[in-house]
């Protein structure tokens, strides 16, 4: 298809210093839990970036020596020369494509620990280190200063000869060096580096000078910067400092990379923000600078990025998420195919996976992460290896994405779901508050299928062991999804809870199919992601008083992984929810819920009229176990394999399911792999002394 005339805009060259962009799709710089520790993973990566049409691709950041060590969380480095050979091989697989490469030197002052390194951590001033380690930070003497001016220099002319195109100042997610400098409230100064706004500024001044004195005659130099805090007076404004930074340094650097701070604003989830949520505060800059402009905001709709353009807010669409969610988004608006644009969904899988130090996953997106590791690609998929029919039974996340892959490959498949409508969990979970965009796992698979003519979709079509040995597929997969207990079974009980079979105990399931309870509700959360906090603003929206009880330090504590748990439970204290943490669910009686404490076992009895119990799921697997124990039924209807994927298997979050059903669609018929099914990254030994 023929790109739509609307879009030639975002084609546009666009120059960057020496340097000029092919078009204004930039890939701004992204953590991936990858780094150092797994190069070549990281490397494919963005690679597939660079290919799928990015003008501009950049690293995550870069630390630029063992006093900035962010260990565990895992980056890249350019401590020394030892290093440069990861880096030689990020900037090939960016150039093999026509993208420019970018680098984001980064010294994170007393946010590092230096948990590896064991060096002193540095700050402008004295600081306790961030990260609740018992440690704090030094304040520089002048030598120190000099000393990071020096690291800066050597690492960025270590990036030039590498071959980057692009070399960053990061003063952006009050993370850095040069943000803390620039700070009132973390340099308390009396020097020249200290006071004043412009002894404030003085080092990032210096060290951009630098920089471009450096590398600045074949490489462009961009500052990433951060105008807003969204702190108020206490922090840096948009209409404060924060624009008077950008106006005081406005044409020395070769582009401006604007965002909003911490990193938690930065990259807010969906639940909490929509799209093109930072440009209130970044639409100035354009106004103060010749220099071109990069911003971000979780862009997906190529209309909206043309208004930022024309509208003269933004030079560059600048992306994370959407370009971990699509690699390929710039080649599908420029060839016309928008439907197949895989819209991020704004859930932060992708951020938990450098806060667990592992590499990064998407929900949208099964193939990132293992374009190295499993060799797949995110558009491209192995022809079928068979003419065998396949029966898919459950449009879950885990049913469609198989369907869609299979379908990609060739094979004709059957997808039955028992209810009317597509989609399993994710349909059901879109219409909590704030969960609509995650219908976009369902909406894009469905859109996707529909134009597969190899696939049919048999909906209100509930399969019967029966059914399945009659429905003439050569393999089937089971995708049924799983159920919410009712038991209480979880992380704190083995076993069910006193009472749990009383009628007044509901769970997520209920409340997602319009079964309500009367108030008081207590809700127990075993489960530490975001269902019970979502369920809670549904029954607060109809009126219903609601106590949150969770064995846990705070609600929600594994969205602390997604940056979300502070706004969960802002927003449910300003509800009016009453919260009780550090409490388990010991029993449940007529008009009551017997708690304890976690830490001394003291019982409370508290007043409530139901409960919601979200602890663990089981999986809807009797299908599938009906036709695993009767194999001579399988081999006698022609079944050569059964399989069970995704939360039918062992219930997990959406990302795993979608995994499910991709890595089922792409391992079947194929050759079983000996051992390890992908490629490990191993530590080279050094010689022996």
């Not at 200063?145 to 980057?164: C, P, S, T, V």
């Not at 009396?190 to 412009?198: A, N, P, Q, R």
């Not at 024309?310 to 600048?318: N, P, Q, R």
Request: proline letters at 5%; charged letters at 25%.
């Amino acid at each position: 298809m023929a790109r739509d005339p609307r879009y030639d805009i975002l084609f546009e060259p666009v120059k960057i210093g020496p340097k000029t962009a092919k078009n204004r799709f930039y890939q701004v710089p992204h953590c991936n839990g990858m780094g150092h520790l797994y190069p070549n993973g990281m490397a494919a990566m963005r690679g597939i970036k660079a290919e799928g049409g990015w003008a501009v691709v950049c690293t995550e950041e870069c630390e630029i020596h063992p006093s900035s060590d962010y260990t565990p969380v895992t980056e890249m480095r350019l401590w020394d020369d030892g290093d440069m050979p990861v880096h030689q091989r990020v900037v090939d697989n960016i150039h093999a494509h026509g993208a420019l490469a970018g680098t984001e030197l980064v010294h994170n002052s007393h946010d590092s620990p230096n948990r590896f390194s064991r060096e002193v951590p540095l700050s402008p001033s004295h600081q306790i280190c961030i990260y609740n380690d018992p440690i704090q930070a030094r304040a520089m003497d002048k030598e120190d200063i000099r000393n990071f001016r020096r690291w800066h220099r050597d690492a960025a002319l270590r990036a030039k000869k590498i071959g980057y195109d692009i070399i960053y100042l990061y003063v952006a997610h009050n993370i850095t060096m040069l943000t803390y400098f620039l700070s009132r409230r973390y340099n308390d100064r009396t020097d020249e580096y200290g006071g004043s706004f412009e002894n404030r500024l003085r080092l990032l001044r210096e060290t951009l000078e630098e920089t471009k004195d450096a590398v600045g005659d074949t490489c462009a130099i961009a500052v990433r910067f951060a105008v807003d805090e969204l702190m108020g007076e206490k922090g840096i404004t948009h209409d404060g400092e924060g624009r008077a930074v950008i106006e005081a340094l406005a044409e020395l650097p070769d582009l401006w990379d604007v965002n909003i701070a911490g990193w938690e604003n930065d990259s807010a989830t969906a639940r909490f923000s929509e799209e093109g949520y930072q440009e209130e505060f970044i639409s100035f800059v354009k106004q103060v600078t010749s220099k071109p402009v990069v911003g971000v905001g979780r862009y997906t709709s190529p209309d909206r990025m043309v208004s930022l353009v024309e509208k003269g807010v933004l030079d560059f669409i600048g992306a994370a998420r959407p370009s971990i969610a699509d690699p390929f988004l710039p080649k599908k608006v420029e060839e016309g195919r928008l439907e197949d644009i895989r819209e991020c969904i704004g859930c932060n899988i992708c951020v938990s996976c450098d806060f667990l130090g592992h590499p990064l996953r998407c929900t949208q997106n099964p193939t990132m992460g293992e374009e190295y590791r499993r060799g797949w690609h995110p558009e491209n998929i192995a022809a079928k290896g068979s003419d065998a029919r396949v029966l898919v039974v459950g449009a879950g996340p885990a049913g469609l994405e198989a369907t869609h892959a299979l379908g990609k490959r060739g094979y004709d498949v059957m997808l039955a779901e028992a209810t009317r409508d597509l989609g399993g969990r994710v349909t059901l979970e879109s219409r909590l508050p704030g969960m609509a965009e995650y219908a976009r796992v369902r909406d894009y698979r469905v859109q996707q299928i529909e134009r597969l003519t190899n696939v049919e979709v048999f909906r209100e079509s509930k399969m019967t062991l029966e059914n399945v040995l009659e429905s003439g597929a050569g393999h089937v997969v089971i995708a049924t999804g799983a159920r919410w207990r009712r038991d209480g079974v979880g992380r704190q009980h083995t076993s069910p809870i006193p009472g749990s079979d009383l009628a007044q105990l509901f769970t997520p399931d209920d409340i997602m199919a319009g079964r309500l309870p009367e108030g008081p509700v207590l809700l127990y959360d075993d489960d530490h992601y975001y269902m019970t906090s979502v369920i809670a603003e549904r029954l607060c929206a109809e009126g219903l008083e609601v106590i949150f009880v969770t064995p846990a330090a705070d609600v929600a504590n594994w969205t602390h992984n997604t940056m979300e748990q502070p706004r969960i439970q802002a927003r449910l204290i300003e509800l009016g929810v009453e919260i009780r943490t550090a409490h388990n669910l010991i029993a449940i009686e007529d008009s009551a819920a017997l708690l304890s404490c976690v830490y001394t076992g003291q019982e409370t009895r508290r007043d409530c009229a139901a409960i919601v119990s979200v602890t663990a799921r089981l999986p809807n697997d009797a299908l599938y176990l009906a036709l695993a124990a009767d194999a001579r039924a399988l081999d006698a209807a022609g079944i050569s394999t059964l399989k069970v994927i995704g939360d039918a298997c062992a219930p997990a979050a959406i990302v795993h399911a979608v995994y499910a059903g991709h890595r089922y669609a792409r391992e079947l018929d194929e050759p079983e792999p000996e051992g390890v099914p992908f490629k490990r990254e191993r530590v080279a030994l050094a010689p022996l002394p």
